[in-house]
């Protein structure tokens, strides 16, 4: 797999993205929320050229983006990204399909940590 230092790498195959995307899974497994979202970045800045911002791996990487920013205690943002996840998902899986499902139950967690708890019962 090449990296490309100056970010732009639209060049790469749809399975370096994918690489990147798994690369990022082993940093949030090893509690390294930081590197995990720029790999998540870098996999969903590809994603989204190669295969577009509704298709359900570069939605999956959106998701998974989000989770890393709220791990980092970073709620807007990661609020951010799970409200976009949950907008392509509803679009390409439906809203009960079970990757839909976790976004909504994420977007109540982050509700809850930021004691918006009429929303997250809302949103449950």
Same mark, same amino acid.
């Given at each position: $797999? %090449?990296?490309?230092?100056? #970010?732009? =790498? ?23 929320? /930081? /590197?995990?979202?720029? $790999? ?23 998701? =998974?983006?989000?989770? !890393?920013?709220? !791990? ?6 990661? /609020?951010? $990204?799970? %409200? %976009? ?20 139950? #994420?977007?109540? =967690?982050?509700?809850?940590?930021? #004691?918006?708890? !009429? ?6």
């Amino acid at each position: $797999m %090449r990296f490309v230092e100056d #970010g732009k =790498n639209a060049r790469l195959s749809i399975d370096e993205y994918h690489a990147f995307a798994q690369l990022a899974s082993i940093f949030t497994g090893q509690n390294k929320h /930081e /590197e995990a979202e720029k $790999m998540y970045d870098r996999a969903l800045a590809g994603k989204e050229v190669v295969l577009g911002p509704d298709h359900t791996s570069t939605l999956d990487t959106i998701f =998974n983006s989000g989770i !890393a920013c709220l !791990a980092q205690g970073r709620l807007a943002a990661g /609020e951010g $990204m799970l %409200r %976009r996840a949950l907008v392509g998902q509803e679009r390409a899986s439906g809203p009960e399909h079970i990757s839909t499902l976790a976004t909504v139950r #994420g977007l109540g =967690n982050v509700y809850q940590a930021q #004691g918006r708890l !009429a929303e997250a019962e809302e949103i449950r």
